[in-house]
């Protein structure tokens, strides 16, 4: 125990028994004069006096021992396993969800997120393959099938769209446990509006896979690169197939493929980047018939079981994770929306109700912005609108700062100096009418309002610039020549 505690509980213990010695002595005289009339009532007394006396010990005791008690540090158990992550997660983002008020934007999301969830459930592995038109991708998923899906051709735009497998690879352990999806996409560069909405479909179904394979038929080239680079920042666990490698020398197959991998240094891993021959040319054999070799896949199967064995949970649940994450940024866009809009109203509500006050009493530009400009009560429903619960205290406080704020900016001469014009009143007698006084009001308190939004936007922050630098980007932002004309239309036909 430190010097300080020892000292304290020394003297606390000196005072309590200076206490208790002089509460025994009063005890005692007042049982000798109650004895003196009647010692039974005498005993009665003592009885209780030292029954109460008793009970304060014990209280004093326990608060005591509460108060000295080491306190308990509250521990809180995070989720460290991926699936764990993911399906905390996923809870986070149906809560979310849950605030949507558009039911069929919030039904949307809610589809997506069941699908997730049950993805979770089943663990199915998706495999989607991924790359430039006519690289061999569709060949590349018949010889991982075992039989021919889908027209094989040189013709770019071959695969008009989506086309999922359900596959068992050969030496797959895993596949009895963990159901394999294999997925086709349409190629990218295909031209037109029609092939740019085909690259945009095979993004975003690359953007679900839990393993992409990344189809390449010669080195690495830049419209490759860059989409390569895309994935590879959402996290997107890739394997790059040089396929078509039959058409190349053997020296020259080790060459490109060493260059490939020196390319993508940094973004994949070298043993993640296999030769592959789905397709090989017919050969002519010395008969003069022609042969079909059997596709040469092995390397690349061998890395995918390889994946599927150590990793398969991991990225399964990763994904769930990111798909997730998506969701979440979706259903934050709804809601940033949908509280703007009541914000909106918030604000035209009570921006026309100050200005229709102060159309009826006009007053000086001062005391107009105090009255109208900040609204305590306002700040309260846009607090509430973003979930925050502001006291009427704090609202005040609030309001009294911005007012200041906008004072100091001289943000009420300039809103009535620009009003005055464009109501082609003369700004000498400004003042003293109560249409600009009405409008200036309502202005004024419409950049408050737009102030506060970006406040409570910010986690009740102000942000680097403070609260001078929003209040002066709300008043540049309002000052625009169309918004001032249609206001002022409101305006006239609210205060007039």
């Known amino acids: 125990m430190r010097r300080p505690y020892v000292l304290l ?49 014990a209280v004093l005791t326990r608060y005591a021992i509460l108060f000295l008690r080491p306190k308990r540090k509250r521990t809180i158990t995070l989720p460290t396993k991926p699936d764990e992550v993911a399906t905390v997660s996923l809870q986070a983002t149906q809560q979310q969800i849950g605030q949507i008020k558009d039911e069929i934007a919030r039904q949307a999301l809610e589809v997506r997120s069941q699908a997730l969830s049950q993805r979770v459930g089943k663990q199915t592995f998706q495999i989607v393959v991924f790359g430039l038109g006519s690289t061999g991708k569709t060949a590349l998923i018949n010889a991982l099938v075992g039989e021919m899906t889908g027209e094989v051709a040189a013709t770019i735009g071959t695969t008009q769209g989506e086309t999922t497998h359900r596959i068992v690879l050969e030496g797959d352990n895993s596949a009895s446990e963990t159901g394999i999806l294999l997925t086709d996409t349409p190629g990218l560069l295909e031209a037109g ?36 680079q895309m994935l590879m920042r959402m996290g997107k666990r890739s394997l790059l197939v040089f396929n078509k490698c039959d058409r190349y020398l053997p020296e020259e197959q080790e060459q490109i493929l060493q260059r490939i991998k020196e390319r993508v240094t940094g973004l994949i891993a070298a043993q993640d980047v296999v030769a592959a021959s789905a397709l090989p040319a017919a050969v002519q054999l010395a008969d003069g018939t022609w042969a079909q070799p059997q596709p040469d896949i092995a390397a690349l199967v061998s890395r995918v079981n390889a994946i599927l064995q150590q990793e398969s949970n991991t990225l399964i649940a990763n994904n769930v994770l990111l798909q997730s994450q998506q969701i979440s940024e979706a259903a934050q866009d709804l809601l940033t929306k ?103 009001a309502a202005y004024l308190t419409r950049i408050a309002g737009k102030s506060f939004i970006t406040y409570f936007q910010e986690n009740q922050d102000w942000g680097d610039g403070g609260i001078q630098s929003v209040v002066a980007e709300q008043y540049q932002l309002n000052r625009r020549d169309e918004f001032v004309k249609q206001f002022l239309h409101s305006a006239v036909e609210k205060l007039t």
């Open 338 to 440: 949908q509280r703007q809009q009541q914000a909106e109203t918030i604000i035209d509500r009570y921006q026309w109700v100050g200005a229709g006050v102060l159309a009826a009493t006009p007053l000086p530009v001062v005391d107009m912005l105090a009255t109208a400009a900040v609204n305590a009560q306002m700040v309260i429903e846009l607090g509430r609108v973003y979930g925050v619960e502001v006291s009427i205290e704090e609202a005040k406080a609030l309001a009294v700062s911005l007012a200041k704020t906008m004072a100091g900016l001289s943000v009420a001469k300039g809103a009535m100096k620009m009003l005055a014009v464009g109501l082609q009143v003369n700004l000498a007698t400004a003042v003293a009418s109560k249409l600009v006084q009405g409008a200036s």
């Open 9 to 57: 509980g020394t003297i606390a213990i000196l005072l309590f028994l200076g206490i208790l010695l002089s509460a025994l002595g009063s005890l005692a005289q007042l049982y000798s004069a109650i004895a003196a009339i009647s010692p039974f009532l005498a005993r009665i007394t003592l009885g209780l006096v030292l029954l109460g006396f008793a009970g304060a010990i």
């Open 193 to 228: 509006k029609l092939g740019e909405r085909r690259a945009q479909e095979a993004k975003m179904l690359a953007a679900k896979a839990d393993l992409l394979l990344f189809v390449i038929d010669n080195d690495l080239h830049r419209a490759e690169y860059e989409p390569l």
